[in-house]
């Protein structure tokens, strides 16, 4: 069942076998605009959160960041694949920094595909695609992710491309001694 945390986080544990679970959190971050201290609640907030999944849990932090994580794999190597696009932000060193602190991986930069299935969101203005929505996971699950990307031409309503991921959890059987 669904849990909000609040209006910018909720939650949902599911069961997938034994004592087996995989929780889903989906967010939607602060614009780069919102003051430093909201962010800060957010993000605080966000890793409070990912404090409290048991770490047996497989995981997916999904949603709108709101951040620019660019290509700096150099920078970031645990945290990022090499297929990211554009400058980072600070947003994006905000979501970075979490990803490390709990050895998380962002998908949408471990695969080798066209910008155009990475981005997720023109800018109204500049015209100019961007990568502002992700789908991460722990960094001992990435080989769980089997693609991630951006669905052109997909109608949901709104400005941004929906993203999508192929997920095969493979759950390790506990062995009795």
Excluded at 27 to 42: I, R
Excluded at 113 to 124: L, S
Excluded at 133 to 161: E, L, P, V
Excluded at 168 to 173: G, K, S
Aim: glycine share 4%; net charge positive; charged share 25%.
């Amino acid at each position: 069942m669904p849990r909000p945390v609040s209006d910018r986080i909720m939650t949902m544990r599911l069961p997938l076998s034994n004592d087996n679970f995989a929780t889903i959190i989906s967010v939607y971050a602060p614009t780069v605009t919102n003051p430093d201290e909201n962010k800060e609640a957010f993000y605080n907030q966000l890793a409070s959160v990912l404090s409290g999944i048991p770490r047996t849990d497989k995981l997916l932090l999904i949603g709108d960041f709101n951040a620019r994580i660019g290509r700096d794999n150099d920078k970031w190597p645990l945290v990022m694949g090499k297929h990211g696009i554009g400058k980072c932000n600070s947003n994006g060193e905000l979501l970075l920094a979490l990803c490390s602190e709990f050895e998380l991986i962002v998908t949408s930069t471990m695969f080798n595909q066209k910008d155009d299935r990475k981005t997720t969101r023109m800018h109204p203005r500049s015209r100019h695609w961007h990568m502002i929505d992700f789908i991460i996971t722990r960094c001992r699950d990435k080989m769980d992710i089997h693609s991630t990307r951006a669905m052109r031409g997909a109608n949901c309503w709104t400005d941004h491309q929906m993203l999508t991921s192929k997920v095969a959890f493979r759950i390790r059987q506990k062995h009795n001694k």
